[in-house]
Each structure stands twice: as structure tokens, then as C-alpha cells.
């Protein structure tokens, strides 16, 4: 069974930078996309930004220009390095990868780390 690990998070102030990881604990899993989604309180969940397995990233309008999303493959670890954070209060981030060892693949989730941008 393949778990996804986050890490990173906690308090930053308006203005700072944070980056979070997501990894995959199957060394043997191909990931063909990694996707990080956020959710405010009493908000609908957000894809904030994707890279596929050929480097292709996308993102949200909202955070282009101050969120990267890149992956480390022989870590099988994707990353969200996030600038110029805004005080939205609390936002759990969530990490999802579409992957596996064989077909077919499967979607896995990260238990979801907290960012709260606050001064």
C-alpha cells in the first residue's frame, strides 16, 4: 500500500516563504502526476498547482508568479515552494499522486499539512 508523507507547514508570517514536500514511501511507484490541492475553512477545496511525470506544470491564477511545484523523481518526492504568502489564516494543503507499480493506477493522498500566514 502506497502512503504519501507531507511535511513542511506550521506559522509564517504575510510576505514569507514555505515549502512543503510529498513522499511517496513506495520506492517503486510511478507517479504520472502530483497534483496539491488547499482548503480553507468553510471553503471548497482548490487545486493549487500540478506537475506531471515529464515536468508539465500547471497552476491556479491565484498563486502564478509566487508558487513553484517541482518533484525530485529519484525521491519519488514532489515539492510546493510558496512565496510571497498572503494572511489568509489557516489553509490545509493536501499532496495527491496518481501513480503505481503496475497498471492500474491509483490515486493516493497525503494526510494534508497546515499553512497558517499570520503575524
Known amino acids: 500500500q502506497v502512503q504519501l508523507v507531507e511535511s513542511g507547514g506550521g506559522l509564517v508570517q504575510p510576505g514569507g516563504s514555505m515549502r512543503l514536500s510529498c513522499t511517496a514511501s513506495?520506492?517503486?511507484?510511478?507517479?504520472?502526476?502530483t497534483r496539491w490541492y488547499r482548503q480553507a475553512a468553510g471553503k471548497e477545496r482548490e487545486l493549487v498547482a500540478a506537475?506531471?511525470?515529464?515536468?508539465?506544470?500547471s497552476y491556479a491564477d491565484s498563486v502564478k508568479g509566487r508558487f513553484t511545484i517541482t518533484r525530485d523523481s529519484a525521491k519519488n518526492t514532489a515539492y510546493l515552494h510558496k512565496n510571497g504568502l498572503r494572511p489568509d489564516g489557516t489553509t490545509i494543503y493536501l499532496c495527491?499522486?496518481?501513480?503505481?507499480?503496475?497498471?492500474?493506477?491509483?490515486?493516493?493522498w497525503g494526510q494534508g499539512t497546515q499553512l497558517i500566514v499570520s503575524s
Open positions: 513506495e520506492s517503486r511507484v510511478k507517479i504520472t502526476v
Open positions: 495527491n499522486m496518481m501513480g503505481g507499480i503496475i497498471p492500474p493506477f491509483k490515486d493516493y
Open positions: 506537475i506531471t511525470g515529464t515536468d508539465i506544470t
